[in-house]
């Protein structure tokens, strides 16, 4: 049970996190997909005391996404933009008393 609850709740702070990177995607205005969520079973996204999520930046598969994903300030962007969405994050947990 204390596992289960312990699950429970690394996947709710997963869920915030995930929430915060996308917010901080659409302010710096980096296109991402209309419903950028998704769930998967990977063991590095399972585990049950750290929240996690896994970033995406692009699909090499798409020509404009592997375009952009060439030039080395569409990923300075990408990256200060996940940069401040951790530390977003972090300033939130400690705010809500949470660490």
């Known amino acids: 049970i204390l596992l289960d609850l312990a699950m429970r709740d690394t996947m709710n702070q997963s869920k915030f996190f995930a929430n915060t990177v996308v ?6 205005r980096i296109r991402i997909l209309e419903r950028p969520h998704r769930f998967a079973g990977f063991a ?3 585990a049950p005391d750290v929240p996690s999520v896994l970033f ?3 699909f090499m598969s798409n020509r404009s ?3 952009l994903l060439n030039t ?3 990923r300075q962007k990408i990256a200060s933009a996940l940069v401040d ?7 939130k947990v400690r705010e809500n008393g949470l660490d």
């Open 44 to 46: 590095v996204l399972k």
């Open 85 to 91: 969405s951790i530390n977003t994050y972090f300033q």
């Open 56 to 58: 995406e930046m692009g």
């Open 65 to 67: 996404e592997a375009r």
């Open 23 to 28: 917010e901080e995607m659409r302010r710096n």
């Open 72 to 74: 080395s300030k569409h």
